[in-house]
């Protein structure tokens, strides 16, 4: 827009040098008043021709270029979807007295803002488990739409078994 203005006003001034060049007996004050008009009038010009030169031309959509293939589904019959990237945790279970549920405690460590030591943190999630994980199995679990009242995240697979 800046350039635009620039050139616009360069023009109106070279046509104004040619007009007076010209037009010897004319007034300033009609220079004037005629220059001012052909601003306003460059000025409304490009707003009418900037409004088509803003929409951008409409590409053609993916799914009608590319026909739909079928959907590979996993060993286990549950078809994997790619929604983005979900969260994944690993950690311990901790109870597995539910039916089809466990307690999975997954530790981090934090930096102490102030001591700079780190510090544990642990947190308790409840998973859903068909994988058959027991009390202190590590597992990885990944996050899910909402199974229950606090139930939120899936067990993907078991790292490593407990040691009996």
Same mark, same amino acid.
């Given at each position: 827009?800046? +350039?635009k203005?620039?050139e616009?006003i360069?023009e109106?001034?070279?046509? @104004?040098?040619? @007009?007076?060049?010209?037009?010897g ?6 220079? +004037?008043?005629?220059? !001012?008009?052909e601003?306003? !009038?460059? !000025? ?20 009608a270029? &590319?026909?739909? !293939?079928? /959907? ?5 019959g549950?078809?994997?979807r790619?929604s ?14 539910m ?14 803002? *102030?001591?700079? /030591?780190?510090?544990?943190?642990? /947190?308790?999630?409840?998973a859903?488990? &068909? /994988? ?10 990944? &996050? ?6 606090r ?5 993907? &697979? *078991?790292?490593?078994?407990? @040691?009996?």
């Amino acid at each position: 827009m800046a +350039k635009k203005n620039t050139e616009e006003i360069e023009e109106t001034a070279v046509a @104004e040098g040619a @007009e007076t060049a010209e037009a010897g007996d004319a007034s300033a004050e009609d220079v +004037k008043t005629e220059a !001012a008009a052909e601003e306003t !009038a460059a !000025a409304e010009e490009p707003k009418a021709e900037a409004a088509p030169a803003e929409e951008k031309p409409k590409r053609a959509s993916k799914k009608a270029a &590319e026909p739909k !293939a079928e /959907k590979p589904s996993s060993e286990d019959g549950e078809d994997e979807r790619k929604s983005g990237k979900r969260a994944e945790k690993i950690g311990v279970v901790t109870s597995d007295k539910m039916t089809n549920t466990v307690v999975v405690r997954v530790d981090r460590l934090i930096k102490h803002p *102030i001591y700079r /030591k780190y510090v544990r943190k642990r /947190k308790k999630f409840m998973a859903h488990d &068909e /994988k058959g994980a027991k009390i202190g199995d590590k597992v990885k679990i990944v &996050e899910t739409r909402p199974l229950s009242a606090r139930k939120r995240w899936r067990v993907v &697979e *078991i790292i490593q078994k407990a @040691e009996l």
